[in-house]
């Protein structure tokens, strides 16, 4: 992990550096109730919480992004979680911690998501990181979402970093494919929702963690 110094640690926001499963889970629940359904428990939606309103749609209505009534079911489900975005979202534990290391060791940190702005920024200034940040980058903010590198390849611009000084830390097979295309450093956070990308170790990251602690020891000098 130590080809070049790390100038910054870019994380994914959900299942990497917040807990987001219980309020996507329950605007799941929420849509499911306006339907006249039952609630579904959160161990059953959290593994697609990374996948976003796709994910969510799919596994608590068995709606998909090909159905007609897609676009519709997708606009409630957001203007729901639109409105508690932030309820029982958390910082995965340890993370506290580790962004206090990494500021400590003059390491800057930020954000890359393919969350829409519309949720990303208030998400991230009710989680109180927004002044934190070096840079904090959406699903919209640049022409492609990941898995292509495009928006990796933004924040280091913003933030003013060399792609090879960069680290990129996700759970999810498309995290560490746009990180390897923009020319990063990768690990797999094993902590995170995972999704259903088959075994993480078939990931080909650089390294795989399985708790935000473990991560300071392969970035720091």
Known sequence: MRAAPTRAVLFDLDGTLADTAPDLGAATNALRAQLGLEPLPLEVLRPFTSSGVRGMLGAGLGIHHEDANYPGMAERFLDIYAEN????TRLFDG??????????????????????????????????????????????SAP??????????????????????????????????????????????AYGYLGNDGAIELWNADAIIRSPRE???LVGS
């Open 144 to 189: 492609r979402p990941k898995p292509a590198p495009d928006p990796l390849l933004l924040a280091c611009e913003r933030a003013g970093l060399e792609p090879r000084t960069c680290v990129y830390v996700g759970d999810d097979l498309r995290d560490i494919q746009a990180g390897q295309a923009a020319g990063m450093r990768t690990i797999a956070a």
């Open 95 to 140: 993370m506290h911690d580790l962004l206090d290391a990494l500021d400590a060791a003059h390491i800057n940190w930020g954000i890359v998501t393919n969350k829409r702005s519309r949720f990303t920024d208030p998400l991230v200034i009710a989680l109180g990181l927004a002044h934190r940040a070096c840079c904090v980058i959406s699903g919209d």
């Open 215 to 217: 991560l300071l020891p």
């Open 85 to 88: 975005l932030c309820v029982r």
